[in-house]
């Protein structure tokens, strides 16, 4: 499949190369350039694991491991070659094998993953995870979906390939994709085309929204915690939906910025909910800092340090973990405060979009 480059009057043809020809290798060169930048394949992927393979009695290794915002493991297939070979047989094994892994399996294989690959970060893997799924500390563990994605990748597919995975996902209710590099060597540069060519995008839009569903509702079947979602209404304007604890920062927030002093709501909240610390601490760092200083064994992740409220020489943090009091909480800061004209509603399928 050429490229083409408008030089002058002409069309110049740039055909593509071969990986194999460029020296480039799947498991030392694309499995790292693709772990390393996840992205590229899809927005809404974590890297947990590289060549993972904790089960027994198996030598095989699955490529890459992630996880995609909506609690869904995804298996990541290399190929560099032009055909993809059988490599949808060999992720719908891998499939299987994970989609039994706990959510606390699931932190084991990226703490493993992260002493490996990044070795001087400081980064804890079950607030890592747990801030990746929007869901903050949490006393129960998370359920990580027992539907697993499938992501292929290589320089080309076959047809019969192509048909396998078209029938999966048309008739067996699952989300393989299949993303195709190309390379080309132009000027002395490597260049490379990446394309989902399964499903085309404008589909795979479809299917994300109907696969979050499919998340949402298995959550709320399984597990009896609270999933409402809020809009903080402001003079009217109703805002996008949001997770119980964002719901409650949004509204303090929004108080603040109408003119409702934040020493005034820290006297109508719950104690110990929203606090304040001496001094004017603007970055997170120093936030986290303070905090820490301040309030001795505090966990600084159960607490919003980004964006904290600086006001009258102090900075005030509010907290993550709301649960149950979330409605009653926003409940009191709409009657309180009226004159600010910041209230709020439930969130409904229409409010989301989420299709019925």
Partial sequence: MPLYEIDGDRLRRHDNARFAALGIYERDDLQRLLRDDIA???????????????????????DLLAVDKTGHLVVIELKRTDGGGHMELQALRYAAMVSAMSFDEVVAAYDDYLSRVRPHDDVDARVDLLAWLDLGDT?????????????????DFGRELTTAVLWLNRFNGMDVRCVRLIPYLIDGRILLDIQQVIPLPETADYQIRVGRKVAEQERRGTDKRDWTRYHIVVDGQVLPDENKRRAVRLMLQNLIERGVNASTIGGVLTPGRFRPLVGE????????????????GVEVSRWFTEHAIVE??????????WGRNTEPTLITLRDRFPEAKVSFQRATRESTGEQA
């Avoid at 006393?139 to 320089?155: F, H, K, W, Y």
């Avoid at 009258?312 to 973990?321: A, E, F």
């Fill in 139 to 155: 006393d129960e563990p998370p359920i990580i979906s027992s539907d697993v994605r499938i992501v292929l990748v290589s320089a």
């Fill in 281 to 296: 601490h603007h970055s997170e760092d120093q936030v986290q800092a303070a905090l820490a200083e301040q309030y001795p």
């Fill in 312 to 321: 009258d020489g102090k900075t005030w943090v509010i907290r993550k973990m």
């Fill in 40 to 62: 590229v394949l899809s927005p809404d992927l974590l890297v947990i694991a590289e060549e993972f393979g904790n089960w027994e009695d198996s030598r095989r290794r699955v």
